[in-house]
């Protein structure tokens, strides 16, 4: 139990589809952020979410959606992906502002585009 | 803005022998974290660090924050096949409000 829970686990979604991601976290924290995880490749941080407000977005690309209703609650949106989108995405979460530190990551939803 | 530069990349053992991998930053960092990542999973706190020179264990695990505050160190001692995975560290800027992270070093155990 790590305290930030994902779902689904596994999406398979084809190019036209739209889904979205569910990101929950029972930790307190005021932060939560979106991470794309490929195949051999590193971390990259997509969105930053601070007391619900958007603080950072990485140059993604729209056919990304993020929404934060509340600090507990983070979800992803999709729409119109690519096969290159396929990976691992991660949410996680930490104690937010300029004092947070240790972030706490769900178990991820592997996502594939077909 | 911050890069880190992990090493090494990957690294294939024998159980029972030592590990040891490293970060660098090309500039100061507040916080330091060490996260390992098994394979489908999300990534879990090993060690974190706050202080310059700071030593802290987390079993057979230890991690160093450099005295320059631009680097840190983790150690794995007697390393076991469970110990398999990916392992990333992790900094934090003054007033960054976000943590960046290394590239990973994939670990490697054989029985």
């Known amino acids: 139990e790590t305290g930030v829970t994902q779902t689904p686990r596994h999406l398979v979604m084809g190019m036209t589809n739209k889904k979205s991601l569910k990101c929950e976290q029972h930790l307190g924290h005021n932060a939560m952020y979106w991470y794309k995880q490929s195949a051999k490749k590193p971390l990259e941080l997509m969105f930053v979410?601070?007391?619900?407000?958007?603080?950072e977005n990485n140059s993604v690309p729209s056919r990304f959606s993020p929404e934060c209703p509340n600090s507990s609650h983070l979800f992803l949106h999709l729409h119109t992906l690519q096969p290159e989108d396929s990976a691992l995405y991660l949410c996680?979460?930490?104690?937010?502002?300029?004092?947070?530190?240790?972030?706490?990551f769900g178990q991820g939803t592997r996502l594939t585009v077909v | 803005g911050q890069q880190l530069n992990q090493s090494p990349q990957s690294m294939f053992i024998q159980e029972g022998e030592d590990v040891s991998m490293n970060c660098t930053s090309s500039?100061?960092?507040?916080?330091w974290l060490w996260y390992k990542q098994d394979p489908g999973e999300g990534p879990v706190l090993l060690i974190a660090?706050?202080?310059?020179?700071e030593l802290t264990s987390n079993g057979r695990l230890t991690a160093q924050f450099g005295i320059t505050r631009k680097d840190s160190f983790l150690n794995i001692s007697a390393s076991i096949p469970s110990d398999v995975g990916i392992y990333f560290c992790?900094?934090?800027?003054?007033?960054?409000?976000?943590?960046?992270f290394g590239d990973g070093t994939t670990l490697t155990v054989k029985p």
């Open positions: 996680a979460s930490s104690q937010g502002g300029t004092k947070n530190t240790e972030a706490f």
């Open positions: 979410y601070n007391f619900k407000e958007q603080t």
């Open positions: 992790a900094g934090q800027a003054p007033n960054a409000g976000k943590s960046t």
């Open positions: 660090l706050y202080k310059a020179g």
């Open positions: 500039s100061i960092f507040n916080t």
